[in-house]
């Protein structure tokens, strides 16, 4: 029998904020985190502008010693420090460096989407092509393995389970989450870290700049750059950051009093196998629509009944099909639409990180009952029109919230959708 | 530079990778670097390096080797500074 599974505990490290406290709070504020990035304009890059957590080496200085710290670069600091937080959240404390104790009904999945590209750009390259290689010392693999995340968080917490990291470019954070859900739903596990992260690199961003897919024309006024759902969208802002979730059995979550924001009740991953319309850069509609209508199933519950959809909406040329997708998926008209927001437009996008920040968000508004306000859409998009009235412009209380579908899509055409509940107690 | 300066050299450069602090406080000479100061095995290199960068010298693998306890590294790091 299936088990039912719940979060717990959340850890985030998002360009608008660290904490859950502050993140809420700038949520409902509908606070932006997208700022200019000096280092863009000398290096000549198109967008100038970028959603990185701030002031973060300081904050990441506080939570280890100078021994791990040698080894934790940009990508695997926002992920242990999000599951520092997330572990404390959810009751539990970071065990003694001495104790050797195994967790062995705890693992990880902490997945990015290109990680630490830092080390590689800054150490690797240059030490090698110096022919230096001794020089690198014993702390690159670690940092630049694909695993280094979840290796690391795995380390702090000493996790016996699966400890493994996955990726899917811009769904990675969402997929980690379903995959920790069905580990803990198929009694594989009882607990479960699970979340995305993505280091802040010009190495990371060059690729998307060079492919015009990011935002050229904001870099005098960023928080008005990542502008989903808008007109004048006009490509992503890049971000970084972090985010970690605890899953958890309900069983042994309630044995132990443990606090319960909401519970996981679907989930969905799915490719468009890049044929109908599909590309290495486009979702297959069809993909899409197959991938939310098999989140509701799989949470057993009928289309009508998602109340609300934190989307994957980028500030592309692909949020109005997004949007339509969502309608034909759900069968819902502009009328009876759910209420839908992005929270990339307060962060920008996460990339690897992107689905795991946003079901931090997601799980927020659920647990406080509110739908943070999707800024920078005033003038929505010609195509979004008929359901303009269903995207808060401002924070709106919204305690009947009962359910809500997080999508995430990403390049290869592949998608992924979880359905969140409000948890109430029987 | 005399052996009792290498020696707090040495205690410097490990003290970053040593485990047991209290062992790092009161070691001395023959103390084993991996099995006494719970330095992890895979972050020798590191101290070799360092010991590269804060001594002026170049240690060889082979020498590196050779190395277990703080002594053994002292004398190295005396031989080469001659």
Same mark, same amino acid.
């Given at each position: 029998?299936?088990?039912?599974?719940?979060?717990?505990?959340?850890?985030?490290?998002?360009?608008?904020?660290?904490?859950?406290?502050?993140?809420?709070?700038?949520?409902?504020?509908?606070?932006?985190?997208?700022?200019?990035?000096?280092? !863009?304009?000398?290096?000549?890059?198109?967008?100038?502008?970028?959603?990185?957590?701030?002031?973060?080496?300081? @904050?990441?200085?506080?939570?280890?010693?100078?021994?791990?710290?040698?080894? @934790?670069? =940009?990508?695997?600091?926002?992920?242990?420090?999000?599951?520092?937080?997330?572990?404390?959240?959810?009751?539990?404390?970071?065990?003694?460096?001495?104790?050797?104790?195994?967790?062995? =009904?705890?693992?990880?999945?902490?997945?990015?989407?290109?990680?630490?590209?830092?080390?590689?750009?800054?150490?690797?390259?240059?030490?090698?092509?110096?022919? %230096?290689?001794?020089?690198?010392?014993?702390?690159?693999?670690?940092?630049?393995?694909?695993?280094?995340?979840?290796?690391? @968080?795995?380390?702090?917490?000493?996790?016996? &389970?699966?400890?493994?990291? &996955?990726?899917?470019?811009?769904?990675?954070?969402?997929?980690?989450?379903? =995959?920790?859900?069905?580990?803990? %739903?198929?009694?594989?596990?009882?607990?479960?870290?699970?979340?995305?992260?993505?280091?802040?690199?010009?190495?990371?961003?060059?690729?998307?700049?060079?492919?015009?897919?990011?935002?050229?024309?904001?870099?005098?006024?960023?928080?008005?750059?990542?502008?989903?759902?808008?007109?004048?969208?006009?490509?992503?802002?890049?971000?970084?950051?972090?985010?970690?979730?605890?899953?958890?059995?309900?069983?042994?979550?309630?044995?132990?009093?443990?606090?319960?924001?909401?519970?996981?009740?679907?989930?969905?991953?799915?490719?468009?196998?890049?044929?109908?319309?599909?590309?290495?850069?486009?979702?297959?509609?069809?993909?899409?629509? %197959?991938?939310?209508?098999?989140?509701?199933?799989?949470?057993?519950?009928?289309?009508?009944?998602? =109340?609300?959809?934190?989307?994957?909406?980028?500030?592309?040329?692909?949020?109005?099909?997004?949007?339509? &997708?969502?309608?034909?998926?759900?069968?819902?008209?502009?009328?009876?639409?759910?209420?839908?927001?992005?929270?990339?437009?307060?962060?920008?996008?996460? !990339?690897?990180?992107?689905?795991?920040?946003?079901?931090?968000?997601?799980?927020?508004?659920?647990? %406080?009952?509110?739908?943070?306000?999707? @800024?920078?859409?005033?003038?929505?998009?010609?195509?979004?029109?008929?359901?303009?009235?269903?995207?808060?412009?401002?924070?709106?209380?919204?305690?009947?919230?009962?359910?809500?579908?997080?999508?995430?899509?990403?390049?290869?055409?592949?998608?992924?959708?979880?359905?969140?509940?409000?948890?109430?107690?029987? | 530079? /005399?052996?009792?300066?290498?020696?707090?050299?040495?205690?410097?450069?490990?003290?970053?990778?040593?485990? /047991?602090?209290?062992?790092?406080? *009161?070691?001395?000479?023959?103390?084993?670097?991996? /099995? /006494?100061? *719970?330095?992890?095995?895979?972050?020798?290199?590191?101290?070799?390096?360092?010991?590269?960068?804060?001594?002026?010298?170049?240690?060889?693998?082979?020498?590196?080797?050779?190395?277990?306890?703080?002594?053994?590294?002292?004398?190295?790091?005396?031989?080469?500074?001659?």
């Amino acid at each position: 029998m299936n088990k039912r599974v719940v979060i717990t505990g959340m850890g985030v490290a998002a360009p608008n904020a660290h904490g859950l406290n502050n993140f809420e709070k700038a949520l409902r504020e509908g606070l932006s985190g997208i700022r200019f990035h000096p280092l !863009l304009a000398e290096l000549k890059f198109g967008c100038q502008i970028v959603g990185v957590p701030e002031d973060f080496e300081t @904050i990441r200085k506080s939570y280890f010693d100078r021994e791990k710290l040698m080894s @934790i670069n =940009d990508n695997i600091g926002y992920a242990s420090v999000s599951a520092v937080d997330a572990w404390r959240d959810a009751g539990f404390s970071m065990p003694d460096a001495d104790d050797d104790t195994v967790d062995w =009904d705890t693992g990880v999945i902490a997945g990015s989407g290109i990680g630490g590209m830092d080390t590689i750009a800054l150490s690797v390259v240059p030490l090698v092509n110096e022919g %230096r290689v001794r020089r690198l010392g014993s702390r690159v693999v670690e940092q630049v393995m694909n695993s280094g995340t979840s290796a690391r @968080i795995g380390g702090l917490i000493g996790a016996g &389970n699966k400890v493994t990291s &996955n990726s899917s470019a811009c769904s990675t954070g969402n997929e980690a989450v379903i =995959d920790a859900f069905w580990r803990i %739903r198929t009694g594989l596990a009882k607990r479960m870290i699970a979340g995305g992260s993505e280091g802040a690199s010009p190495y990371i961003w060059g690729g998307f700049d060079a492919m015009r897919v990011i935002c050229r024309k904001f870099n005098e006024n960023p928080a008005a750059g990542s502008r989903p759902m808008s007109a004048t969208a006009c490509g992503f802002v890049p971000g970084a950051g972090g985010a970690m979730l605890v899953l958890e059995e309900l069983e042994t979550a309630l044995a132990r009093g443990a606090r319960i924001y909401a519970e996981i009740v679907g989930g969905a991953v799915n490719s468009g196998g890049q044929r109908m319309g599909g590309s290495m850069t486009a979702p297959n509609p069809e993909g899409v629509k %197959r991938c939310i209508r098999d989140a509701v199933n799989d949470a057993a519950i009928d289309l009508a009944q998602i =109340d609300a959809i934190n989307g994957h909406l980028t500030a592309t040329y692909a949020d109005p099909i997004e949007v339509r &997708n969502w309608a034909e998926a759900l069968e819902r008209a502009p009328d009876n639409f759910p209420y839908i927001n992005s929270t990339k437009s307060l962060i920008g996008h996460c !990339l690897g990180a992107a689905g795991a920040i946003e079901c931090v968000a997601s799980v927020l508004q659920i647990y %406080r009952g509110f739908l943070h306000p999707s @800024i920078n859409c005033e003038d929505v998009h010609p195509e979004i029109a008929p359901y303009a009235s269903k995207i808060p412009q401002s924070c709106m209380e919204f305690p009947e919230l009962k359910y809500l579908a997080k999508a995430g899509f990403g390049f290869g055409d592949v998608n992924s959708c979880i359905v969140f509940k409000k948890w109430e107690e029987k | 530079m /005399d052996d009792k300066k290498i020696f707090e050299e040495m205690l410097n450069i490990l003290r970053v990778y040593t485990k /047991d602090q209290a062992a790092l406080e *009161k070691a001395t000479l023959d103390k084993h670097i991996l /099995d /006494d100061l *719970k330095v992890n095995s895979a972050r020798l290199v590191d101290v070799i390096i360092k010991c590269e960068d804060v001594f002026g010298i170049t240690v060889e693998d082979d020498e590196a080797d050779k190395i277990r306890t703080i002594g053994d590294a002292v004398n190295i790091i005396k031989q080469k500074l001659g």
